[in-house]
């Protein structure tokens, strides 16, 4: 079966620190993964997507890694905002299929 | 460019009463997906659309649920009659395909039912 893991499952943070969450997944044949932010009452945005050649990706204050090997993936935030709380939710897409597995996400809270 | 519109944002509604979500998905997306998600947790597909035609809906729960998307561009989601655990937030998302298949999301309708 396929799943996606994340930790931790909240976490909170002081303005300006740095933070790092994780995924792993057992999701086969993997085709890509992505994370989003999805702030409260808000739809998921994507912040980065990875596919199998690719090990990083930035995208501002955000930088993803992707080890396929150990089927783990990470979301560097530095130097965090008040603007970065949200959950933030991995999704790992499956090869030959249009649906992607979710992530349960991450709580996080950016504390002045 | 307009992203994914969804209405209403919110809807507040008795136990077997009908409800319907409204959704127009970025323009030139062939692909619509509609999902149901709780408090805490990630989206769970309900329907997934290849223009007009429902390619995956085994996680649909027929006896209530139902979707349409007569000209391929925007759908409904409709559910009757609603029941106490259908209170969730029901997120539309389109594509335009490929490799990547990135997936925008619209802000979703937030389902209370009483």
Known sequence: ??????????????????C??????????????RWYK????????????????EN?????????????????????????QLSDSASYICVVGVGGSYIPTFGRGTSLIVHP | EAGVVQSPR????????????????IS????????LQNLGQGPELLIRYENEEAVDDSQLPKDRFSAERLKGVDSTLKIQP???GDSAVYLCASSSGGTVDEQ???????????
Not at chain 1, 58 to 70: F, I, K, M, P, V
Not at chain 2, 104 to 113: K, N
Request: net charge positive; glycine share 6%.
């Open chain 2, 104 to 114: 925008f999301f619209g802000p979703g309708t937030r389902l209370t039912v009483l």
């Open chain 1, 56 to 80: 990083t990706k930035s995208n501002g204050r955000y930088t993803a890694t992707l080890d396929a090997d150990t089927k783990q993936s990470s979301l560097h935030i530095t130097a965090s």
């Open chain 1, 1 to 18: 079966k396929n799943q996606v893991e994340q930790s931790p499952q909240s976490l909170i943070i002081l303005e300006g620190k740095n």
């Open chain 2, 10 to 25: 919110y809807k507040i509604i008795e136990k077997k009463q009908p409800v319907a979500f409204w959704c127009n998905p």
């Open chain 1, 20 to 33: 790092t969450l994780q995924c792993n997944y057992t999701v086969s044949p993997f085709s890509n993964l």
């Open chain 2, 28 to 35: 030139g997306h062939n692909t619509l997906y509609w999902y």
């Open chain 1, 38 to 53: 999805q702030d409260t009452g808000r739809g998921p945005v994507s912040l980065t997507i990875m596919t199998f050649s």
């Open chain 2, 82 to 84: 609603a029941e106490l």
